[in-house]
């Protein structure tokens, strides 16, 4: 986690690669499912350029990584209603409410440790209905990493697989507070706690089934497994 080498490995291209993936319809699905225009906080975002920030689909998206040359190129983009931060996740903080923050591919470059601690500390970021969801690219190469998710606290509240062409199996994993776990259902939009009856109950783009909303990219489709 050093900027000086994040930012050559952004200067040098080697990570142009991932602006063509498709994998970043899946988050955004997964979201609309308990939270249509969430306020989205993106954690090692990247560029954020394969994450289809459709206007209407989201209320505020704030950016942060270690990469100023990253930023500057999501900066960029010029899209509506987002900001970006140059920052340490391990050790960034706001004062901000999120209805989803994002990790993706992003734990397995901290330690275990680091992993653990940043997820204990964001469920302090969330908004009542908030969630967070991780992303593990290799879930067979990054099993300690799964072990974190699963034993950090946290409940895991869905597990989704996918794949990235014929690439590894992919996951992305839910997680929330273990009492809203037990209290709140993200998809019953029941007026309960953790979910804002005011919000709508669709949102421009959404689908019941997240997993049928991801699409084919240049580089690598991602599908769902079944």
């Known amino acids: 986690m050093?900027?000086?080498?994040?930012?050559?490995?952004?200067?040098?291209?080697?990570?142009?690669?991932?602006?063509?993936?498709?994998?970043?319809?899946?988050?955004?699905?997964?979201?609309?499912?308990?939270?249509?225009?969430?306020?989205?906080?993106?954690?090692?975002?990247?560029?954020?350029?394969?994450?289809?920030?459709?206007?209407?689909?989201?209320?505020?998206?704030?950016?942060?990584?270690?990469?100023?040359?990253?930023?500057?190129?999501?900066?960029?983009?010029?899209?509506?209603?987002t900001s970006f931060e140059v920052a340490d996740i391990r050790t960034f903080d706001t004062a901000e409410r999120y209805d989803a923050i994002l990790l993706r591919e992003v734990i397995y470059y901290l330690t275990e440790d680091e992993s653990a601690a940043l997820l204990r500390r964001l469920p302090a970021m969330l908004t009542p209905r908030g969630r967070i969801?991780?992303?593990?690219?290799?879930?067979?190469?990054?099993?300690?990493?799964?072990?974190?998710?699963?034993?950090?606290?946290?409940?895991?509240?869905?597990?989704v697989p996918a794949r990235l062409g014929d690439g590894p199996a992919v996951a992305f994993f839910v997680l929330t507070r273990p009492d809203d776990a037990e209290r709140v259902?993200?998809?019953?939009?029941?007026?309960s706690v953790g979910w804002d009856p005011a919000e709508p109950t669709g949102g421009p783009g959404r689908a019941a089934d997240p997993a049928a909303r991801v699409r084919p990219g240049p580089a690598a489709p991602t599908t769902a497994v079944p």
């Open 133 to 159: 969801v991780v992303q593990i690219y290799d879930v067979t190469r990054a099993e300690e990493f799964v072990r974190v998710i699963r034993t950090c606290g946290l409940s895991v509240t869905e597990e």
């Open 185 to 191: 259902d993200g998809r019953a939009r029941d007026g």
């Open 2 to 81: 050093n900027s000086v080498w994040w930012n050559a490995q952004y200067r040098l291209g080697f990570w142009r690669y991932l602006d063509g993936m498709s994998d970043g319809e899946m988050p955004l699905s997964l979201i609309e499912t308990w939270a249509p225009r969430p306020a989205i906080l993106d954690l090692g975002c990247g560029t954020s350029v394969n994450l289809p920030l459709a206007p209407g689909r989201y209320r505020h998206y704030h950016g942060v990584d270690l990469s100023s040359r990253a930023i500057e190129a999501a900066r960029a983009l010029g899209r509506p209603d």
